[in-house]
Nanobody, 123 residues
Framework: QVQLVESGGGLVQAGGSLRLSCAVSGGTFSSYALGWFRQAPGERRAFVAT????????IYEEAVKGRSTISRDNAKETVYLQMNSLEPEDTAVYYC????????????????WGQGTQVTVSS
């Protein structure tokens, strides 16, 4: 059974940084495309970033482009999301997900999901 466990969320002031981690177990990590999504209160879950199986392709949602970096460590079976210059609008529950596709953007393309980690950015 594939499990994803996020960590690294918390409360941070605007302008600060956080690095989210997602440990994946129970599957073949190196064969998954990996992504991060977020859901703010009252809103739908939205795409944030994805990294391909090879790691050579990364795609970001426009609002976080230039402020965030997604990366993967196949040896540690972990995917990361480094977020800088955080804004109150970044407040949300952040979810990581794994896809058996080579690269994936839409939530329906992902097969496995974590439980989420809360990120709160104060102004």
């Amino acid at each position: 059974q594939v499990q994803l466990v996020e960590s690294g969320g918390g409360l941070v002031q605007a302008g600060g940084s956080l690095r989210l981690s997602c440990a994946v177990s129970g599957g073949t990590f190196s064969s998954y495309a990996l992504g991060w999504f977020r859901q703010a209160p009252g809103e739908r879950r939205a795409f944030v970033a994805t990294i391909s199986v090879s790691g050579r392709t990364t795609i970001y949602e426009e609002a976080v482009k230039g402020r965030s970096t997604i990366s993967r460590d196949n040896a540690k079976e972990t995917v990361y999301l480094q977020m800088n210059s955080l804004e109150p609008e970044d407040t949300a529950v952040y979810y990581c997900a794994a896809s058996t596709r080579t690269v994936a953007i839409r939530s329906e393309e992902y097969d496995y999901w974590g439980q989420g980690t809360q990120v709160t950015v104060s102004s």
